[in-house]
């Protein structure tokens, strides 16, 4: 995968020890997401596994990333199972078609899984920012 290898180059060159180490705590994560699509019988199996990867602190606050992070799911689950549309009717589809074996990668697959991890580390920074400062008003236009 394309983000793994990126997050490792960046890892390499990185200077600051915490971004170090969150960088190493992402690819472990991501790594684990493959190897659940591997394993997982079905998709629901998958994304229940796949939410208790300790995205936030014990997993306390994952709840508040669930639209990111079903997004980031959706597309890791097509990339390691195939399709890339909507997981939950691919997975059907290729049930019944009896196919749900590994399918070649594509660019629009990765484009949609580096997409999808932008936005989540995204908001996933932003509440990890937001528990370590204090409150402030949002600013009015």
């Known amino acids: 995968m394309q983000l793994m290898d990126e997050l ?41 596994a796949a939410m208790r990867l ?8 994952t ?9 980031l799911l ?7 199972r195939g399709g890339g549309g909507d997981t939950a009717a691919t ?3 290729g049930e019944a078609a009896g196919t749900t074996q590994m399918q070649p990668r594509d660019a629009a697959q990765e484009a949609r899984i580096a997409a999808a991890w932008h936005e989540l580390h995204r908001v996933r920074m932003e509440r990890l920012v937001g528990c370590l400062s204090n409150p402030v008003p949002r600013p009015t236009d």
């Open 8 to 48: 490792q180059r960046r890892l390499e060159g990185e200077s600051s020890l915490f971004r170090a180490q969150l960088l190493r705590e992402d690819i472990a994560r991501l790594s684990k997401l493959g190897e659940l699509a591997h394993a997982a019988d079905e998709y629901g199996a998958f994304t229940k």
């Open 54 to 61: 300790g995205w936030t602190q014990g997993d306390a606050r």
């Open 74 to 80: 959706d597309a890791v689950y097509a990339y390691y």
């Open 91 to 93: 997975q059907a589809a």
């Open 63 to 71: 709840q508040e990333l669930a639209g990111p992070l079903t997004a």
